[in-house]
Each structure stands twice: as structure tokens, then as C-alpha cells.
């Protein structure tokens, strides 16, 4: 079983279907890292494919990070080099959405160029309540598609989001029937092959309008959440974005996030988690 691939490519026609089966939540292990980095660059390189949807089997689109790694040392692939390849892609990838999809998850579709998902799904970035913030590129896609104060809203408060609301937001391109969205995302990508049009571009952030909402929020947060550490960097990441450009705003969030990662608040949260995880009743 320990030598099982995660992560498995098919084809349907020109669009490739890249899959992850690891239950019982698709989290994103090492194995689901270098699985996906290796599928992605199977896509590139085959000519047969000219787009390729990115789903998961089982009851969820991928839930997370796999957090017992946090302790541990790190293994590559890196996350952001997962995420930085389905961005960074030559062809099309469509994040097909059920279940839920949450930090890492989460991240890893916002990377992709298009996102579909299912009325049932939920979508979010919860590292807050760990300690720590997303460290993938969240904090840095998230506010360029739905907008710095709704996006600073959602990750300081780590409460999932519906995917109608996704779709208002910005955050999800289409609502597909059904259970399994996986063939709505196969129609959702052969109507872009069809159409041979490039995604509309982002509208240019309102800079002075962004900076008054950062520093707004920033007092908000000063008044009612006291001594916390995450919050702080989060939005220093998200403001550095928005002033020094997309890289650098990486490069921030993910000194932030191996810093955070380690403090003693993380660590007291995520002891907290595992602990109401080992004791809560069997479904």
C-alpha cells in the first residue's frame, strides 16, 4: 500500500484528469505534493492535452494540509512548489471543487486558472485558528480575486464560505450539478478549448481605497484580538502584496508562515486540535 501513488492522470480526449485518492480527506502529504508536481508536468509535456481538471476522489476536494508534518522535517516537494507549478502552467487547469476545500486545499485551487465546484461545497482559509496563515499563496490570490477587505475578512476569520458565496465573490467561475463535479468540469474546460479566449484579466487594485481598508481592519483587529501573533503577519503579508507586488507578497506570507509555524501559540493550537480530534465521538 506505502508504494501506492496518490495521485493518478487519465485522459478524456484533449483534457487530462489529474486525480487524488487519499482518504479519508485528500490531504496534502508528501506523497499528494510530488504526486501532483509530477502529474502536472505529464500534462505539460503531452501533446495530446490541451487542458486538465484537478479532482479529488472520495467525499471531499482536498481538506488541508496534512498538519501531523508540521512537526516534522520537511520533505519536498514544498507546497508553494506545487501550487507555483499549476499556476505557472501553459495549459489550462480547472479546479473541480466538492466537499470542501480548505488551506492548503484551498490554495492549491485558487492556483489553478479556473475553479468549478459542486452548490454543496465550502471553501476556505482557516490557518488562523492553528496559529499560523496560509502559506501557499493564499494570502496573496485570495485578495486579487475577491478583493483585500472581503478576502482579509475570510482568512482572519478561518470561517468557510458556501460556493454560491465563493461564486459572488470571485473566488469559484461556475456552479455544476450534482454530486461529482467532475463532469461539469470537463464541459466548464471544453467550452474554454472552444471559445480559444484567455481568462478576462483582474481589474488593477484601488490602491489608496485597499490601504484605507488594510488600516481599518488592522485597528479592528488591534482592539478585539489582543495578543495574537497570526493576525498581525497575515495582514502584514496581504499589505505587502498589495504595495510591493504579487513575489514579494510571497515571499512575506511564507517567511510568516515557517515562523508562525513553530511558535508557541501554533504549537498550543494545534495540540488543542489533535486533542478534540482524538476525543471526538466516532461518526
Known amino acids: 500500500m506505502d508504494d501506492i501513488n496518490p495521485v493518478s492522470l487519465t485522459g478524456h480526449g484533449d ?10 480527506v485528500n490531504a496534502l502529504s508528501q506523497k499528494v505534493r510530488a504526486g501532483l508536481l509530477s502529474a502536472i508536468a505529464a ?17 471531499t476536494f482536498i481538506a488541508g494540509a496534512d498538519i501531523s508534518e508540521f512537526d516534522k522535517p520537511p520533505q519536498p516537494p514544498s507546497l508553494p512548489e506545487v501550487t507555483e507549478a499549476i499556476a505557472g502552467a501553459g495549459k489550462p487547469i480547472v479546479a473541480a471543487l466538492h466537499g470542501t476545500a480548505l488551506g492548503g486545499g484551498f490554495e492549491v485551487a485558487l492556483a489553478a486558472r479556473y475553479r468549478v465546484a459542486v452548490a454543496t461545497a465550502r471553501v476556505g482559509l482557516p490557518e488562523i485558528r492553528l496559529g499560523i496563515i496560509p502559506g501557499s499563496g493564499g494570502t496573496q490570490r485570495l485578495p486579487r480575486l475577491a478583493g483585500i ?40 474546460a471544453a467550452e474554454i478549448l472552444a471559445a480559444e479566449t484567455a481568462p478576462a484579466p483582474l481589474p488593477p487594485p484601488d490602491i ?30 496581504v499589505e505587502t502584496g498589495l504595495e510591493q507586488g504579487f513575489s514579494a507578497g510571497l515571499a512575506a506570507e511564507r517567511t510568516a508562515f ?26
Open 15 to 24: 483534457i487530462a484528469v489529474v486525480s487524488v485518492d487519499n482518504p479519508p
Open 149 to 188: 477587505a472581503p478576502a482579509l475578512r475570510m482568512m482572519l476569520s478561518g470561517t468557510p464560505v458556501e460556493a454560491t458565496a465563493a461564486r459572488d465573490m470571485g473566488l469559484i467561475d461556475r456552479i455544476v450539478a450534482g454530486d461529482d463535479p467532475l463532469a461539469g468540469a470537463l464541459a466548464f
Open 43 to 59: 500534462v505539460e509535456a503531452d501533446t495530446r492535452f490541451k487542458a486538465a481538471i484537478l479532482r479529488c476522489a472520495g467525499r
Open 208 to 237: 489608496e481605497r485597499d490601504r484605507i481598508a488594510i488600516a481599518e481592519i488592522r485597528a479592528e483587529c488591534a482592539k478585539t484580538r489582543g495578543e495574537e501573533i497570526a493576525w498581525r503577519r497575515l495582514i502584514d503579508a
Open 258 to 283: 515557517l515562523e508562525l509555524r513553530g511558535s508557541p501559540q501554533a504549537k498550543a493550537l494545534r495540540e488543542a486540535f489533535f486533542a478534540a480530534r482524538r476525543n471526538k465521538p466516532p461518526a
